[in-house]
């Protein structure tokens, strides 16, 4: 075989390797989203599909005119303009935000201890991290419906301490919505701090010590600075997911706690009116590409810098 077949052969894996996953995007990410926006630049109507209007091909060119002619961005007026649709923004991106703290708190500890830990003490407590997360998502989320019930394990267990005197009514509120979606997103928070501080060199506290820098001072200068990458993944992994979170504050939360999730829902499969639905899972996909767009601006500036 001759160096330049070698070459070419070369070449055209180097391009598979950018091709396919562009194709696989484009398939799965790209193409669904057209449709998506298309849809959200309808309009509602009493018929089968529920929006107009709709790209007849045997009208060839003039039919093709008249399908662009007719969207309209009324929809997104609407949303801007009914405080409803605002509201459910604002209140998902609130709780998207308290939730990613309050993971960011109780993760950073846990990770960090399961890096300090032996190589074989890592592995378990890992495991023991991921291994609740293999159940079905719908069973654990119902398992936390009996347990904040009124007559719920939470409940009886307070009482049994003598913590309360009557039982708690924890369902329907914000609080429950939070504690599922803790529970749910922790592994998405801890497994990147994870990853970062393990690979965190150990003899940049020992010289800080040895200098004369206490260990709290030495984690605030060294330790966290480090784990930055490690944070903004973990931040971004629970924050995007849990701004569009459906199912958890259905199950968990009050009819006067709506989330975006629940009212894209609501308007797809109850009020049957797509292009409202396409509009709101739009917004909702540009709002979230801001904080990944920030990120990205900030890494290339950090790789520009050095």
């Not at 894996?13 to 298309?38: D, G, N, Q, T, Y």
């Not at 007026?77 to 308290?98: F, P, Q």
């Not at 922790?186 to 010289?207: G, H, N, Q, R, W």
């Not at 975006?260 to 829902?265: A, F, K, M, S, V």
Request: glycine fraction near 6%.
């Amino acid at each position: 075989m001759s160096e330049r077949t070698i070459a070419a052969r070369r070449r055209w894996a180097s391009r598979l390797v950018i091709v396919i996953p562009a194709l696989w995007l484009a398939a799965f990410f790209l193409v669904p989203f057209l449709i998506v926006l298309k849809l959200s630049l309808s309009q509602t109507a009493v018929a089968q599909p529920p929006y107009v209007p709709t790209f007849d091909l045997a009208a060839g060119w003039q039919g093709l005119r008249d399908f662009f002619a007719a969207l309209s961005a009324g929809n997104y007026a609407l949303l801007a303009s009914d405080s409803l649709y605002v509201t459910s923004y604002l209140r998902s991106l609130r709780i998207a935000a308290i939730s990613t703290l309050i993971l960011l708190v109780i993760g950073y500890p846990v990770a960090y201890g399961i890096a300090r830990a032996s190589r074989r003490a890592q592995l378990v407590l890992v495991a023991a991290v991921v291994l609740p997360f293999l159940t079905a998502f719908l069973i654990r989320i119902y398992a936390w419906v009996n347990i904040l019930q009124r007559e719920g394990l939470l409940n009886d267990a307070l009482l049994g301490l003598g913590l309360i005197g009557d039982p708690i009514v924890w369902l329907s509120t914000d609080t429950a919505i939070y504690i599922g979606i803790v529970y749910s997103y922790f592994p998405f928070m801890v497994l990147p701090l994870y990853a970062t501080l393990e690979k965190m060199d150990e003899s940049l506290l020992e010289a800080a010590a040895d200098l004369g820098c206490p260990w709290w001072k030495a984690f605030w200068l060294i330790t966290v600075p480090l784990s930055w990458p490690g944070i903004i993944a973990g931040a971004l992994l629970c924050f995007i997911p849990i701004a569009g979170e459906f199912v958890i504050p259905d199950l968990l939360g009050g009819s006067d706690s709506l989330m975006i999730g629940q009212t894209l829902w609501t308007e797809f499969f109850t009020n049957k009116d797509w292009p409202a639905a396409a509009a709101l899972a739009v917004v909702l996909l540009v709002v979230l590409l801001v904080p990944i767009a920030i990120y990205q601006h900030l890494q290339a500036r950090e790789m520009g810098s050095r």
